[in-house]
C-alpha cells in the first residue's frame, strides 16, 4: 500500500509547486485553452484535500487515483453534504458558491501529479472543461509521426557474403580439442555363462570398499503439498435420518453380541482331566514353559532394542541441533519496567506456569535517596502462564523486595520467600490455584460462570490481575539483619531440633526452612503453631470472643499464628577459622535438598494428590515434643556455604554445648577453601550424584566432591566474563549451564569438552541473573533464562543436550573418580616436596653450623689424598703390565 500524504505535507508540496509555477511559462497546447497570468485557466481551481477527505470520497493519492487513472466524478450531492456538516473545515469551502452553480450532477476531480496548477488536485468547474480533460484533443506532433510512419515500407534485407573480422580465431580457441586418441574398452563374456543361474553368497561388508550401501530415508517435498485453497460445493438438501435395528423393540438387546458360557458336566471334567491325551500334552510342553518363564526372569521383554542401537538422533543432513530456541518471553511494562529478576521457579504440579521476583535496579545509595519513592511501588512476585504471556496471572504482595522464594514440596500452594529487609514471608495460594489452572477469566473453566451476565452489567476488575496480601511475615526485630539471599525448605521426611539434630517428621509434611544473608549466620525457621499449655474456659471463651473475623482482606488465616511474631528456631553463626570475625553466606547447599528438583509438572500433581489425601493442613499442625521423636543417624547435618568474599566453607548445623558455662554455641567450620575471586552465587548439587557440587563465583567455577577435603576436583578460572548463576541439567549428569554477565549462557557437556563449554550462546544484552530447567514431557525439556532488564526468556532445550548418551551416568561418575584419584596424588607429590625441602634446608643449615675446618687440617688431607692417588696409579701399571697391555717402555721404566 503506498504510503498515505498528511495535510501538512500536502501543503508544503502544493506551496513549493506554486513557487516552481510562477517561473513556468504557459504552455499553448495546454487542452484548456488560453491562460490568465497566474497560468490557471477560469474554470480550473487548484485545491488542497486533506487525508481525511481523501478517504470520505474515495480520492486517495496512489491508491484511488494514480498516473494513469487520475479522474474522480465527485456527486454534486455530497460535496454539498460535506460543507454543510465541516462547514468552513471542509476543503470544498471556498468553491461553495461555484459548486452550486455548477450544472450538472458530477464534477469532475483530477489529481495533479506534476502540480501543473500548483496543487496536487484541481477541480473542473465547466462542462466544457471537463470534456477537454476527458477527451484532450490530439496533438499535432503525434500526427505527424503518425503520418512519417505509415510512410515507411517495410523491405525484406538482402544476404551479403561474410567478411571475417578475427571473431573466428577466438571460437577456435575457445572449442575442446582432443589432445589424445579416445580410449576403447571391450567387455565380453563367455557364451556358456550366458542365461547360467545366478549365485548368492554372505561376505564381510567391512572387508570391501563398497561392501556397505546405506539407503537414508528423507523427506520428499514433492510429496508433502500444502493445501493453500480448496474449492467445495454445498447443496442443501431435506434432513434426513437413518437407523437400523437388530432386534425387536420388545426386547431390548442385541442378539449377536449375546452369548452364554458353556461348561462341562461334572463327568466330563473328571474325564478330561484324567485323560491320557492331557497328561501327554502337559508333559511335552512343560519343558518349554519352564524356559519361557526363566527367560522372563532374566531379560525385559518389553525392552526395545531396535531403539536403544541408536545414541543420537538422526536428522536431515546428518547434523544434530544442538542450540537452545527462543520458546516464550514475558514482561511487563507496568511492573517489570527499569527492575530486575532476582529469583525464578516453576510451579511444581500446574505446568505452562512460573513465577518471578522482580527488584528494583538501585545500589545501596540509591535505595537510601529514593526511599520514599519505593514506598509507592509495591514490590511483587508476578506469576506467568503461556496461554497469556501478555498479563500476570497472579501477583503478591511483599513487604520488600524479595531476593529468594521457593514453592512447599508437601503443598505447592503454600510460597515462602526472603526479603531485602532481612523478613522471612509466607503466602498461600490455594483462592487462586484454579484461576493458575485455567487461565485469565476470558478462557478455560471460568467462562462457563459469566455465560449468564447481562450485556451491559460485567464486573470491570474481572480481567484484572489479582494481588495477593501475604499470609505471614517475620518480625524485623527477630529477622536476619541484612538481605536474605537464599531460602530451602528442609525435607518432609525429617525435621531439626533446637540444638540442629534431625528428628523423624510424623506428619510427612515440609515444615521447616533454612534461611541465609550476609549477616553471619544461618536461621532456621517452623512454620507450625506452637504447642501452649491449657487455659481455662472462660478465658478462651473471651478470647474467641476477641478474635477477628476469618480472611480479613482476603488474607487466609493459615499461619496467623506466625504474623509479626515469627522467630526462628536456630541460629547458626559462622565463625572464622584462622581469624576472629565472622563469614557472610550467600547461598548454602545441605545434601537432601535436592529430592524435589526434578521437574514433571503432571507426575509430581498425581504424586501430590495422593499424598495430600488424610494429611492435616498446617493451620492445624503443632510443634511436637522433641521427647517423643526418633533422633535420625543416616541424615547428614554438614552444609557448604558460599561466601561474600569467595570464600566456601563446609560446616556442620548441630550446636554443641561448652563444658563450663552448659551454653550452646555454633562451631568453626572444618574447612574453608579460597577459590573463587567473587561473591559465591552459586551452590548447587547435581540431580544424579548427591556428593557433587557446582559453585560459581566471580571469573571462577569450581565441581566438588563432598568428602574430598583437598580441593575441587574440576577448577575452570580466568574466564573473560564474570559468572553470574549456574544449574545442572535435569536429564544429563554431565551437562550444566552457566550465565554471564554479558547475557550469554555457557552449555557445559562433560561428554565432549572438560576444560570449555561445548557451546555459547546470547540471550540478552545484559547480565544473565537466574536460569531455572523444567522437564514438561519425555520430548519437551525448557530452560527458563532471566535479565537484568526484567525479561524472562523461555528456552528450548534440544535433544542433543536433554537425551543422555548410553551409560552416561557411570562415565561421569567415573571422571570424577579419576579426577579425585589425580587430586589426591597431587596432594601427595606437593606434601612430598614439601618435605624433601624441610630436609635440604636442614641440611644446609647443619652444615652451616659445622665449626670451621684449620688450614694445616686441610693440607694434611690433600696429601693424603694424593699418595692414595700415586698408589693407584702404580696399581693400574702393574696389571696392565700382567695382561700385557703396557707398551715396552712403560715396562722398562717399571
Known amino acids: 500500500m503506498a504510503p498515505k500524504r498528511s495535510k501538512g505535507a500536502a ?28 497560468g490557471v485557466p477560469k474554470d480550473i481551481f487548484p485545491m488542497v484535500i486533506t487525508t481525511a477527505t481523501q478517504e470520505l470520497f474515495e480520492c486517495r493519492i496512489d491508491e484511488d487515483l494514480t498516473k494513469d ?31 452550486l452553480d455548477y450544472p450538472a450532477e458530477e464534477i469532475l476531480l483530477v489529481f495533479d501529479r506534476d502540480f501543473t496548477y500548483g496543487q496536487s488536485f484541481y477541480l473542473v468547474l465547466t462542462e466544457e472543461a471537463k470534456e477537454r480533460t476527458l477527451n484532450p484533443p490530439q496533438a499535432v506532433e503525434e500526427q505527424a509521426v503518425q503520418d512519417e510512419s505509415d510512410s515507411i515500407i517495410c523491405k525484406t534485407p538482402e544476404p551479403i557474403s561474410w567478411v571475417s573480422l578475427g571473431s573466428d580465431l577466438e571460437i577456435d580457441e575457445e572449442s575442446v580439442v582432443d589432445t589424445r586418441a579416445r580410449l576403447k574398452l571391450k567387455i565380453s563374456r563367455v557364451r556358456r555363462e550366458f542365461g547360467a543361474p545366478v549365485v548368492f553368497s554372505d561376505r564381510n561388508a567391512s572387508e570391501t570398499p563398497d561392501g556397505y550401501m546405506e539407503c537414508m530415508p528423507y523427506q520428499d517435498k514433492n510429496f508433502s503439498i500444502q493445501l493453500l485453497e480448496r474449492s467445495t460445493g454445498i447443496q442443501a438438501v431435506p434432513n434426513r435420518k437413518s437407523s437400523t435395528t437388530q432386534t425387536i423393540w420388545k426386547y431390548p438387546r442385541n442378539m449377536y453380541t449375546q452369548y452364554q458360557a458353556r461348561e462341562f458336566t461334572a463327568e466330563d471334567k473328571e474325564n478330561c482331566m484324567n485323560s491320557e491325551n492331557l497328561k501327554n500334552f502337559v508333559n511335552l510342553v512343560a519343558s518349554r514353559i519352564e524356559i519361557a518363564l526363566q527367560q522372563n526372569e532374566i531379560m525385559d521383554v518389553f525392552f526395545d532394542d531396535w531403539r536403544a542401537l541408536s545414541e543420537e538422533e538422526v536428522v536431515f543432513g546428518g547434523k544434530t541441533e544442538t542450540h537452545l530456541k527462543e520458546y516464550q518471553s514475558f514482561t511487563d511494562l507496568k511492573f517489570s519496567k527499569d527492575k530486575t529478576i532476582s529469583s525464578i521457579n516453576w510451579h511444581p504440579t500446574i505446568s505452562g506456569v512460573i513465577a518471578v521476583a522482580v527488584t528494583e535496579r538501585l545500589s545501596f545509595e540509591e535505595r537510601i535517596n529514593d ?17 497469556d504471556p501478555l498479563n500476570p496471572q497472579l501477583m503478591l504482595e511483599c513487604p ?75 518480625g524485623i526485630e527477630n529477622s536476619h539483619k541484612a538481605p536474605v539471599t537464599d531460602v530451602q525448605w528442609l525435607p518432609e521426611h525429617f525435621e531439626v531440633s533446637r540444638t540442629g539434630v534431625p528428628l523423624e517428621n510424623k506428619n510427612l509434611m515440609c515444615v521447616q526452612i533454612i534461611t541465609c544473608g550476609p549477616d553471619c ?41 506466625l504474623d509479626l511474631s515469627w522467630n526462628p528456631l536456630i541460629r547458626v553463626n559462622l565463625p572464622k577459622i584462622d581469624s576472629s570475625g565472622e563469614y557472610s553466606p550467600l547461598k548454602f547447599s545441605f545434601r537432601d535438598a535436592n529430592e524435589n528438583q ?28 522433641a521427647k517423643q521423636l526418633k533422633v535420625l543417624e543416616d541424615v547428614s547435618t554438614r552444609i557448604f556455604v558460599g561466601m561474600e568474599d569467595g570464600e566456601l566453607i563446609y560446616t556442620d548445623w548441630k550446636m554443641e554445648k561448652d563444658s563450663d558455662s552448659g551454653r550452646l554455641f555454633s562451631a568453626k567450620p572444618s574447612r574453608c577453601f579460597f577459590v573463587h575471586d567473587g561473591p559465591v552465587n552459586t551452590v548447587r548439587r547435581s540431580p544424579f550424584f548427591k556428593d557433587i557440587i557446582l ?60 576444560h570449555e563449554p561445548s557451546q555459547t550462546q546470547n540471550i540478552s544484552t545484559t547480565s ?58 597431587f596432594e601427595k607429590q606437593a606434601e612430598m616436596r614439601v618435605k624433601e625441602k624441610k630436609e635440604m634446608d636442614a641440611e644446609e643449615l647443619r652444615k652451616k653450623m659445622e665449626p670451621a675446618v684449620p688450614e694445616r687440617v686441610v693440607e694434611q688431607i690433600e696429601e693424603k689424598s694424593l699418595k692414595e692417588y700415586q698408589d693407584y696409579l702404580g696399581l693400574e701399571k702393574v696389571m696392565l703390565k700382567d695382561m700385557g697391555l703396557l707398551p715396552k717402555e712403560d715396562s722398562t721404566e717399571i
Open 11 to 38: 501543503s508544503r508540496a502544493s506551496s513549493k509547486a506554486s513557487e516552481k509555477s510562477k517561473d513556468r511559462t504557459t504552455d499553448s497546447s495546454s487542452p484548456f485553452g488560453s491562460v490568465e497570468d497566474s
Open 69 to 99: 487513472n487520475p479522474f474522480k466524478c465527485l456527486k454534486k450531492d455530497d460535496i454539498l453534504q460535506d460543507m454543510r456538516m465541516r462547514a468552513a473545515v471542509s476543503d470544498f469551502h471556498p468553491v461553495k458558491q461555484m459548486v
Open 371 to 387: 526511599s520514599t519513592k519505593l514506598l509507592l511501588n509495591p514490590s511483587l512476585i508476578l506469576f506467568w502462564n503461556f496461554s
Open 400 to 474: 520488600d523486595d524479595v531476593f529468594s522464594f521457593e514453592f512447599c514440596p508437601s503443598d505447592p500452594n503454600v510460597i515462602v520467600g526472603g526479603c531485602m529487609n532481612g523478613q522471612v514471608v509466607l503466602w498461600d495460594i490455594s483462592a487462586y490455584a484454579e484461576r493458575l489452572q485455567g487461565g485469565r477469566a476470558g478462557g478455560g473453566s471460568s467462562t462457563s460462570a459469566n455465560t449468564n451476565t447481562i450485556p451491559g452489567f460485567e464486573d470491570k476488575h474481572e480481567n484484572e490481575t489479582p494481588v495477593m496480601r501475604y499470609c505471614a511475615v517475620s
Open 521 to 561: 549466620c544461618v536461621m532456621f525457621w517452623d512454620i507450625r503453631a506452637p504447642r501452649v499449655a491449657a487455659q481455662p474456659v472462660i478465658d478462651k471463651q473471651q478470647k474467641v470472643e476477641q478474635t477477628p473475623l476469618e480472611n480479613p482482606n482476603g488474607v487466609p488465616n493459615t499461619f496467623s499464628h
Open 598 to 625: 526434578l521437574g514433571g509438572g503432571a507426575d509430581k500433581s498425581h504424586h501430590n494428590a495422593e499424598n495430600s489425601e488424610g494429611r492435616a493442613g498446617y493451620a492445624q499442625l503443632r510443634v511436637p515434643s
Open 695 to 754: 559453585t560459581v563465583g566471580g571469573w571462577t567455577l569450581a565441581i566438588w566432591k563432598e568428602g574430598v577435603m583437598h580441593g575441587p576436583i574440576m577448577l575452570v578460572s580466568c574466564a573473560a566474563k564474570r559468572g553470574t548463576v549456574g544449574h545442572w541439567s535435569l536429564s544429563r549428569p554431565g551437562v550444566f549451564f552457566i550465565g554471564k554477565e554479558d547475557g550469554n549462557v555457557d552449555v557445559w557437556d562433560l561428554m565432549e569438552k572438560t
Open 768 to 825: 544473565v541473573t537466574c536460569i531455572k530447567p523444567w522437564i514438561v514431557s519425555s520430548k519437551q525439556h525448557l530452560l527458563a533464562v532471566s535479565d537484568n532488564f526484567g525479561t524472562l526468556h523461555i528456552l528450548e532445550i534440544p535433544w542433543a543436550l536433554r537425551s543422555p548418551v548410553s551409560k552416561e551416568k557411570l562415565i561421569v561418575g567415573r571422571y570424577f573418580e579419576k579426577e579425585v584419584e589425580k587430586l589426591i596424588y
